[in-house]
């Protein structure tokens, strides 16, 4: 504390800013992370970035029949939302300890 009380603006400032440089870090930490989430088995998988940009989908030959073609689109977004429900826990376990439980408005999947 500063005089009369009130906070030490410098020490407020380095908390800011040691705050800013954690939260750039677990940013970064997500964008060059991946997750795969997967259906019917592992016979379609995607795979995302921690940011939640998808960069794989595998589709097993098996999965693929001219005659239901429903099916296979039921598979491909099941696992692109097993895949986000992976990013949502990982950018929980990576944001959290930085935010401290915040989250609200930081524009990442999940928050």
Same mark, same amino acid.
């Given at each position: ?14 908390? =800011?800013?040691?705050? *800013? *440089?954690?939260?750039?870090? =677990?940013?970064?930490?997500? =964008? ?10 592992? !016979? ?7 940011? /939640?940009?998808?960069? %794989?989908?595998?589709?097993?030959? =098996? %999965? ?10 039921? !598979?491909?977004? %099941? ?22 439980? !915040?989250?609200?408005?930081?524009? !990442?999947? /999940?928050?």
């Amino acid at each position: 504390m500063g005089p009369g009380g009130q906070p030490d603006m410098s020490q407020l400032l380095q908390q =800011a800013q040691k705050m *800013q *440089q954690a939260l750039a870090d =677990a940013q970064q930490q997500l =964008a060059t992370s991946e997750v795969t989430g997967s259906a019917g088995g592992g !016979l379609v998988t995607a795979t995302m970035t921690g940011n /939640g940009d998808v960069v %794989a989908l595998t589709i097993a030959p =098996a %999965a693929v029949d001219p005659d239901d073609v429903e099916t296979l689109q039921d !598979l491909v977004v %099941a696992a692109l939302r097993d895949a986000q429900r992976a990013v949502n826990e990982l950018a929980a376990a990576t944001m959290g300890p930085v935010t401290g439980g !915040l989250g609200g408005g930081l524009g !990442l999947p /999940g928050f």
